[in-house]
């Protein structure tokens, strides 16, 4: 074996411990909180840790928020058409926000109008605040919502955590939740 030989192994060996790492690394990097210019909420009574919430294994103490205290849903578009867009939601659970393809007033006005998705559906999803807690909800829609490379079940509320992604569409929709 020859000393080229010797070092083309190194390198194999050292580029299989890298990709290993970025591996390791993708899992989390899109459960990162954004933070530009935006109070996100990070209430004390609750440990959340976003790496174990998304994959399912969260074991958070119960959030409760103080009297008339309630959370917005801040949204940025990092691909798709709308790519760059973004979106400060108020959710209740009395008054769910809507994300689909439709214009209409309550997607405009009150939603997430991603007209330009040819693969969202007109009525794609909701999204409400109950009890402390942001969900979504996939409400039936044609191509489905991605969670991790996931399909979500239609009609089940996922419990957003800030910070996560989902795939609604051709496009992805980061999460942070932020104080009203």
């Given at each position: 074996?020859?000393?080229?030989?010797?070092?083309?192994?190194?390198?194999?060996?050292a580029n299989?411990?890298?990709?290993?790492?970025?591996?390791?690394?993708a899992?989390?990097?899109?459960?990162?909180?954004?933070?530009?210019?935006?109070?996100?909420?990070?209430?004390?009574?609750?440990?959340i840790?976003?790496?174990?919430?998304?994959?399912?294994?969260?074991?958070?103490?119960?959030?409760?928020?103080?009297?008339?205290?309630?959370?917005?849903l801040?949204?940025?578009?990092q691909?798709?058409p709308?790519?760059?867009?973004?979106?400060?939601?108020?959710?209740?659970?009395?008054?769910?926000?809507?994300?689909?393809?439709?214009?209409?007033?309550k997607?405009?006005?009150?939603?997430?109008?991603?007209?330009?998705?040819?693969?969202?559906?007109?009525?794609?999803?909701?999204?409400?605040?109950?009890?402390?807690?942001?969900y979504?909800?996939?409400?039936?829609?044609?191509?489905?919502?991605s969670?991790?490379?996931?399909?979500?079940?239609?009609?089940?509320?996922?419990?957003?955590?800030c910070?996560?992604?989902?795939?609604?569409?051709?496009?992805?929709?980061?999460?942070?939740?932020?104080?009203n």
């Open positions: 074996e020859t000393d080229t030989d010797t070092d083309t192994d190194a390198d194999t060996d299989e411990n890298t990709d290993a790492n970025a591996n390791v690394n899992d989390t990097e899109n459960i990162a909180p954004i933070t530009n210019n935006i109070q996100v909420h990070n209430d004390a009574s609750t440990s840790d976003p790496v174990k919430a998304a994959l399912g294994n969260e074991n958070e103490t119960e959030r409760k928020p103080k009297k008339g205290q309630f959370y917005n801040f949204i940025e578009v691909t798709g709308h790519e760059g867009a973004t979106y400060l939601l108020k959710p209740r659970s009395s008054r769910p926000c809507d994300i689909g393809r439709s214009k209409g007033k997607f405009q006005q009150r939603g997430v109008s991603l007209f330009k998705d040819s693969e969202v559906s007109t009525c794609h999803g909701k999204f409400e605040y109950k009890a402390g807690r942001m979504y909800t996939d409400t039936g829609s044609t191509n489905g919502t969670f991790m490379g996931e399909a979500m079940e239609d009609n089940v509320q996922m419990e957003i955590i910070g996560m992604v989902l795939g609604v569409g051709d496009s992805e929709l980061k999460f942070t939740i932020v104080d």
